[in-house]
């Protein structure tokens, strides 16, 4: 046998970080399919490991409990959602920062349907006084209003948004109103979500528009 024909035989062995990185995407995958189809009542350990390959062991033993395992799902899939917002806005600020906020929420709909829904299930599920994982939930939101205050505050700094903008209240209504989105469409999926979004972005630039300020002297009599 020659030595090209044995290197095709070689099997490569990964490295733990990379076997443990692939069960945990695994791991996640089989936990999003298992919450859209079954609920949380119905994604136990032991399913989400027979979905994914592993044992129920190896689910336990790396996440500690369900719940530590559905704050690793909503906190995963929020980093995917994060990371697309971040790249997406890239240098800009103010209403054109906002408005790519939107068409980034559309991608990830129309992309990762199934992983919003499930991030969004475990959210609303957080209300809840008895969801462990609802400090994660709590800590993705801040993060965001965060973002959305500093890219506004940027605007006003820049000239391209009111001066007088209260930046705290508008990033909380722009959360409230995302939320409430795609809540809706989650419930009713016919929804025109594009339709929707595209409504959205443009009142965001008409809200967050500096207007001129009126000629005092206009219409006085000379």
Not at 11 to 17: A, D, F, I, L
Not at 155 to 174: M, R, W
Request: aromatic share 6%.
């Amino acid at each position: 046998m020659s030595a090209s024909a044995k290197s095709v035989r070689v099997r490569v062995r990964r490295t733990q970080v990379e076997r443990t990185a692939m069960s945990d995407r695994l791991l996640t995958e089989a936990a999003v399919v298992l919450l859209i189809s079954k609920g949380i009542s119905g994604t136990t350990l032991a399913a989400i490991g027979s979905r994914a390959g592993y044992s129920r062991g190896l689910v336990t033993h790396r996440f500690g409990s369900k719940a530590g395992l559905l704050a690793h799902v909503h906190d995963t899939v929020a980093r995917h959602w994060i990371e697309r917002v971040q790249m997406e806005v890239g240098e800009a600020i103010g209403a054109a920062a906002l408005e790519r906020v939107v068409k980034a929420l559309y991608g990830f709909v129309a992309e990762a349907p199934d992983e919003i829904r499930a991030m969004y299930l475990l959210r609303y599920a957080s209300i809840d006084a008895a969801a462990e994982y609802r400090a994660n939930v709590a800590k993705v939101h801040m993060a965001q209003r965060r973002d959305l205050q500093r890219w506004i505050e940027a605007g006003k700094k820049g000239g391209n948004v009111p001066a007088d903008l209260d930046s705290a209240v508008a990033a909380e209504l722009f959360c409230a109103t995302v939320d409430g989105l795609v809540y809706r469409w989650l419930v009713t999926p016919t929804l025109p979500i594009e339709a929707l979004h595209e409504r959205l972005a443009l009142s965001i630039e008409e809200s967050l528009r500096v207007r001129p300020i009126a000629r005092r002297n206009r219409g006085r009599a000379t």
